[in-house]
């Protein structure tokens, strides 16, 4: 079986595909629990300094990422195996709770789908091997990292900082795999994850000197900070650039089309992901083709 996923790109994509379908079924339950197991423990830890009722009941007894099972949250009644296939299920429920006919968001097929095809292209890009294997878990820490961010405007530090680490411990790899486009040199990558971070901090302080305000959360610095130990500090650039880019396309249009107020917060941490996961993928080919286009 693994000799025929080794010689046929389009089977280990495929695998991959279906494989990260799954996965992308328990990435939902990240996204919806972790924030709120967040918050929980901060209120927890306010309630030993002060007494007092928090605004918004939060989930009692045992609460993580896999107690309870997964349950309606109108009629709470408890989410099947049959009714939780990704995908399938909610096109075989048309999008309602099997119980109280609630409706279903149309995020989590979406956020299922997106997993497998992001995966998919992981395979495919990488082959079958070590590569695409690393490449495909950082996707399943981006997304996410991204969706929580767009929530919440927070990054957890029990994703993020686990992945910086799991960057700088790859790099030690390097000389064994000898491959430049994940398993980098250790010193590229421990330069990659300071200059990471120390980039956006430097900006972070230098907002707040002239305007008196914070531009950005901590979340961001550490999240460039992981990308960097993945993909060196030579992508940094890149990463920083594309991602300043889209925010800014972003940003713009919310304002124009949406009446955005320009004082809320726009999270950044879904636009340094999106970058980090292209600059992964065709970091090499996108910069060649503009040194070649600029030379």
Request: glycine letters at 8%; hydrophobic letters at 50%; charged letters at 15%.
């Amino acid at each position: 079986m693994l000799e025929l996923l080794g010689q046929s790109p389009l089977l280990f994509a495929a695998v991959a595909f279906a494989f990260a379908l799954v996965i992308g079924s328990f990435l939902n339950v990240v996204i919806h629990r972790l924030p709120l197991m967040m918050e929980r423990e901060w209120r927890e830890q306010c309630a030993e300094l002060q007494q007092t009722e928090p605004e918004q009941a939060l989930p009692t007894g045992a609460f993580n990422l896999v107690t309870p099972q997964s349950h309606c949250p109108g009629c709470g009644n408890r989410i099947r195996a049959w009714q939780n296939v990704p995908i399938l299920s909610y096109l075989m429920l048309g999008g309602r709770c099997a119980s109280c006919k609630q409706s279903i968001s149309a995020r989590y097929p979406l956020v299922e789908l997106l997993t497998g095809i992001l995966a998919a292209l992981c395979a495919w890009r990488f082959g079958f091997g070590w590569e695409a294997l690393m490449a495909i878990i950082l996707t399943f820490t981006l997304v996410p990292i991204s969706m929580i961010d767009a929530d919440t405007q927070l990054i957890p530090d029990s994703i993020v900082l686990p992945l910086l680490w799991l960057g700088l411990g790859m790099s030690l790899f390097h000389p064994v795999a000898g491959s430049e486009t994940l398993f980098i040199a250790p010193k590229d990558a421990i330069v990659g994850a300071i200059a990471g971070y120390l980039s956006l901090w430097s900006v972070y302080q230098l907002f707040k000197i002239i305007t008196g305000k914070e531009g950005m959360g901590y979340g961001d610095f550490k999240l460039l900070a992981a990308l960097g130990a993945w993909l060196g500090w030579q992508q940094l650039p890149l990463v920083i650039l594309m991602s300043a880019i889209v925010g800014a396309i972003v940003g713009l249009s919310m304002m124009a089309f949406r009446n955005h107020d320009r004082r809320d917060p726009i999270p950044f941490g879904p636009y340094l992901a999106a970058a980090g996961w292209i600059t992964m993928l065709w970091g090499e080919t996108i910069q060649r083709t503009y040194l070649d286009l600029m030379l």
